[in-house]
């Protein structure tokens, strides 16, 4: 073994170190060494410093065991190590030979960490110093990052800037100029520019008075640092101008449109002299920029330049005035174009008029459009008037709008019936086009109809003659088609240019209205059949509909099928996320089901939350209980709403017409019939069938579970839990129980989703609650600390009063709040929309929270870090398999065994349910379970006979 380095030497005085300095290595040392504390006392000349691990750690009096200790000395400086309750000496690692020559590790490791304090110190008095000089320093200095925060603003800055540096520093600078200049400083330093070119600004003074300051900067890494200092009024001037003049130059140099300088008289006869012309107006007329310079305006003119406009131009010259007006010009080769000029007056600083610069926009285009639309679209609707057909509406507004692009072929492609259909296409000659079908066009037009576009432009890569432009309605809203213009072959590509898209966007606005008016009819007639919500069929259109199936099938000697469907707690998405999410999520349900169903099935809404169907190919109650689980499996995921996941359940009930067929009416009650036994069953589908009633009817069970409460006909039975390990009693479970009059014990799965339909499950969880917490005190003297669970519903879970009904039954009944246990279902929590506000409300109660049947609802463990949790409860589906012997038994155990794990790392205990065998127990016991219960360890009992077995616990 090498040996180790000798320790670096320290100079440092033991008066700057702080109270802790070594604790993080003191309890490294403890830990390794297996000891409780450490203590750490070094002396250098007359100073002297003491620290411990634990920090509060006060050293046993004398006569209790002796530290293991450790005492060096290096220079001047001398320390002394020790360690309580150390399963090994100091200075070595436990497993450790200690044959290492040299000096301790651990010493070693002090003294480094004393040079690094020394280092520290230093580092910081000479950061001290630097910034000491940066804030007296006479100059202003500023440092910025590149995101514009402000790290240094020495005194000089205050006293230029005006900002205390207290109000700027780590944050951005809010005053406006200043903000604007460094911000052109950082993005010049952020392109590496050197030098930074400096910026100029005016900053108002305490005496009201504007001082000009120059602020330069230097790139450095992550930001820059730079200097400000005010410069003379007429220096700032100076740069602002030929910054502007530069700005002017430039805009002018690259502006589309034709700019003109003259001088400012005279502005009769023969007009002002032309001083300046940019490229634009060079391009547009074909002149040269020397054959206009010195000529006047007047070459412009020609026999079709209207005097009315050049007398009301030379009126406003005359008083200074501006003026806009639309004229024709001619170019150099004599050829007219129409201009929007713009002219106005240039006055200098004493506000004395040295010039006139006038602006012409060429808007020949745009004006021959103009009149081609005009009589165009008084033809197009002189047609739609008549009422003639449509296609030849749009034929008449194609061969206009192809007047208007000389060369090119138009279309209009308008969406097909269904969605992914081929659209419908219109041309301007739809009688020379070939057709395969109805409605089919061109296969160009076609297929660029297909595609969508939101603006004009090329179509594509593949074809970049075709422009498209949407059809949009009146309200700019809804996309009714889509313009088609298709240049030659020998065209070039690119989109169309400012006037052209005008000219596409007036003939679309057209197109629009023509469409609309023969949409018009077609929207009335759907809106009387035609669900708006969902665009589904209506209830008059589905009852056509089977109405018709039924004839079919009473002549073939088939059946038919119908279900009706209703979504469970619907109405609680309306209260809570309000009518325009629960419509969103009828959208959504309705999109499912037509994945679902088959192109021979018939979906529509009846209203509300309810769903119709016939089922095509259903005929047997295999076929239908086959599409029935296909449906339920629909929604299994959950539907996204306002950004939350929300799951929803359905009860669908199916009817099935005889091979002599049947009355509409009655199909539809049958259905209704099923639909509420499979939402007293707590969702799902039923079919019906005539002999099937049940012993209590809905209603009249409803109408017993209202009295029940009342009548004191419920009652609790408690299932014991115990510590597998100790074998000890540590709670009970609570479980309600119906004990009817004449039907005796009616099982909890066949009142409690009806009690949760009609909302009776909130007056009977509040008994349930206050009967458990008073039972449990009942107990006390038995069982001092037994933790009495009792199961939450789902709509006890979404009461805004839960809160105060849980401390009123404890408050009531004296139980302390942690011997109260709520258990909820993961499936409550994922769905309910305050589940952690709700929590944390219980926690703070002091009660315990535990998730029930763990991994059997829709598992996202993002909920386990989210909630105050104290306790899962493994489902039994899952114990089932543990130690039957079965090929699947290790799967099972090792989904048991990670579940603990997962949540024993959490720090939440488990409770596995369903232990049935001997072997689950062990199997549980050596997985350091922390409870079980099941019909091994205790059935289900009443309070009696859990008394008994609490006093046997006792004994």
Known sequence: MSAAPDPPSVSFALSTLPAGAFAPLLRLWARLLGARAATLSLRQGGDLWQGSWPEEFTPPACGEAEPSALTFEQGDLSGSLRFWGAAAGP???PGDSGGQAGPDPLVACLLHELELHAEGTRLREAHDQLEAVVQAAPLAVYALTLEGLVKQWNRAAEQTLGLRGSEVLGQQIAHTHLASAFAALRRSAARGQVPTPPQYLQLPQPDGEQATVALTAAPLPGGLVGTVQRVSREEGAHHLALRQLALLESVLAHANDSVLITEAEPVDQPGPRIVYANAAFTRTTGYAAEEVLGQ???????????RKVLDRIRHALERWKSVEVEVVNYRKDGSEFWVELSIAPVADETGWYTHWISIQRDITERKQFAEHLDRGRAQVLELAAKSAPLEQVLAQLLRTLERQFPGRRAALALPG??????????????????????????????DAGTADADEAGPAGEEDPRLWRHPVTGGDGGARLGTLLLRGPASAGGGPPNADERTQLGAAAQLAALVIERYQAHSALERQALYDALTNLPNRVLF??????????????????????MDLDRFKLVNDTLGHSVGDALLQQVAARLRGVLGRGDTLARMGGDEFLMVLGRAETEQAVRGVAGRLIQAFSQPFMLSGREVFVRPSIGFSVSGPGGAVVEALLQQADTAMYQAKRRGGGYALYTPE????????????????????????LHYQPQFDPRSGRLTGAEALLRWQHPELGLVPPADFIPLAEVTGLIVPIGAWVLRQACEQAVAWSRLAPGLRMAVNLSARQFQQPDLTEAVTWALRASGLAPQQLELELTESMLMQALEAHETLHRLKDLGVRIAVDDFGTGYSNL?????????????????????????????????????????????????????????GQLDFLHRRACDQVQGYLTGRPQSAEQFAGLLAQEVR
């Not at 081929?422 to 739809?430: S, W």
């Not at 009852?543 to 009706?564: C, F, H, I, K, W």
């Open 543 to 564: 009852e056509r509909e089977l109405q018709r199936r039924l004839q079919e099938a009473r002549g073939a000697g088939e059946a038919v099928a119908v279900g009706l």
């Open 91 to 93: 200075g070595r690692l």
């Open 862 to 918: 993002a909920y386990l870090k989210q909630y105050p949790i104290d306790a899962l409860k493994i489902d039994r589906s899952f114990t089932a398999g543990v130690a039957s012997g079965l090929p699947s038994a290790a799967r099972d155990e090792a989904l048991v065994t990670a579940v603990m794990d997962l949540a024993h790392a959490l720090g939440l205990e488990v409770t596995a349910e369903g232990v049935e065998h001997a």
């Open 417 to 446: 019936e269904r969605p992914g259909a081929a659209p419908e296409v219109f041309t301007a000659h739809p009688e020379a086009e070939p057709a395969t079908g109805p409605g089919a066009q061109l296969k160009w037009a076609r």
């Open 692 to 715: 099937g009633d049940e012993r209590l009817a809905a209603m009249t069970l409803e109408s017993a579970l209202h009295r029940a409460l009342e009548r004191g006909e419920f009652v």
């Open 296 to 306: 006047t305006p007047r070459l412009l003119q020609g026999p079709r330049t209207d």
